[in-house]
């Protein structure tokens, strides 16, 4: 038995049974008469019979909802399939409500920071401040057809404001404090928001970072928004840009009272948020999330796969740019509670977001492969800078998780699963996840999400490695793509590549288990010498060398070579490590044998930085064209354009 | 350019390109034959070929790259030598 074969976390029986996910399971085999014999047959018939499927979790999450569950699904195509059409439903309302009387007392919101700053609300608490805050948005116009806009931490008054405008009927479009004025106007121009949600600056690695100046350029280019919401009060930022400011403490304080508050039902695909995807070709598309999808969605992800339970408390490591901000949101409707924690992860300790889990008794805690290699190679202990007895899973996502991390994570943090889920904006939310009844294997996700008909649609080379695909429909699927009236940019991004079958845009292996290795994005993908090439193949090589901070493997058009092109490798190396020979030739042997030849760069160049987008995640597509002379299409999508001069002018890469 | 300088160019361009750090021990012997120690395939071969034209500015004809000229260390140093590449 190799290493890859042997589960690295193995769940307690008696723990697994008394999860969610197995309750569930033999709920649907009593309604559907079958006995299943195991999770994959109980998986494979979610996909196959995917009606009855969403039918009875609909009926087993009960939601409070009104009007009537059929059709489950009007419609088999996976591009214009609708669910639930005789369906309404409130999103705010089924995060706030309690389902028994003690949980209106129970902790429902934490907020803190890195500079120490802590307040917590109870259910009661929080659901009376966003109903306040939505009596005043209310009266200032806010509701169905609305768009409302935020520059926003992850903390209470990014929630309150966002559970107010959506429980009104509003969409919601967030983004972190820290993009630039021209990422946020990319994406909020194109939506035309009548209010603009703004903090007026934000913590980072113990300064405070001020956005007066990119909030003047920001108002300016929104002429639509007519009301500026200050969030964290700091009017000063807000002022003199000529609009109606006010803060959202003063919303709250107005539209305080003690009368009940009715959350208006929408219908099931009623607009929820607009995302935005990473934006490096062309202008960022907005994704059109409803509120049925959203809620179904998540609640199957993190009441199923997750198994948040009443009393649990999560903490996501996101900005609120990232989708996994408005999925932890969603926690709330599982009577979990959130930990919003904003700012530095490693500020003012190197352990802070540990010592956070541990104070704050985390349950789930969430994260991303970076700072879990961030604190292997910072020799960080978390069991001995935490209590983590509370601690029961890790969630990894954001990019390819390494086998050696599931060793690192049972060594460090004790025995708990490391959990890979994948996803995205596209689908706000996973198509692969955890799951209670599973063991975990090492580099693998544990299942499909339920109620997807995943599959890897395999090259004509075969090979294992395939694309990742979705071929039924379902119920998270974007509703449109905004400011796309005949749905044509909607069709290209998904439909486009294989017609009738949803395309992602990732590469996975799908195990004989039922799991799944997600090996990174395929839009990246390489043509070296007339093969296909997937740069996360040779990312999961260069996770080993621990001389490498990050890697970006990129082809670049030469035509003196044969197929006229050649693989470039972009190393940022760790502080006083130089590119030698010698672990050039290291790289590449490795790279030889554990990838193949072809992955075998023509070029390794050291340089200082890399180009990432926003939301942190590393632009290939930026790179490329830098390193093929090409301006790339949206610099605004990135973070720091300025380390695209450097490769340009790269010597080895062919520069002057 | 001394012998020992081009031997150790050549032997540099096999590391880079296919053996990376193993070059030394796949040859063995300067003596021993390329093709039957597994140290290049033709494509390889080719790609030495565009390798020492551009590094020796020498013209090697593509009929002449053949088991007598050009499979082995000493036969490849024979050659660009002969035809003038250890004056680069």
Redesign the interface.
Known sequence: MTESDRPIFVPEPEVSSRSQMAYFMAYCARAAGIDFEDWLEFSKWSAASWRDFWRCFLAWAAPETEGTSEPVCAGDAIESAVFFPELRLSYTGNLLRSTSPDQDETVALIALDETGRRSEWTRAELRARVEAAARSLRALGVGPGARVAAIARNDDEAIVACLAATGLGATWSSVGPDQGHEAILARFKQLDPGLLLTVGSYPYQGSIRPLRDRLEAVVAGLPTARILVSLDRDLAAVSGLGREVVTLAELEAKGSSSEAFNWPRFPFNHPLFVMFSSGTTGAPKCIVHGVGGTLLEHLKEQRLHSDFKPGDRLLFTTSCGWMMWNWQLSALASQTAIVAYDGSPTFPALDSLWRAVGQERVSVFGTGPAYLQYCRDAAIVPRDCADLTRLRAIQSTGSVLGDKMYDWVAENAGSLPLQSISGGTDILGCFVLGNPLLPVFRGEAQSISLGIDLRSLKSDGGGEVGELICCNPFPSRPIAFFNDPDGSKFHAAYFSQNPGIWTHGDFVILTPRGGARILGRSDGVMNIRGVRIGPAEIYSVLQDFVEIRQAMAVEQLSPGE?GGSRLILLLVLREGVTLDR?LT??I??EL?RRAS?LH?PAVIAAVDDLPATHNGKLSERAARDAVNGRLPANLAALRNPGCLEQLRAHVDLGGA | MTRADMRRLLIDWLDDKYHFGDAEAKIGDDEASFLDRGVLDSLGFVALVVYLEDKFRIKIELKLLNRENFDSVNKILDYVTAHGGGNA
């Open positions: 044969i010698p030739l290291r590449k042997k030889s030849m075998v």
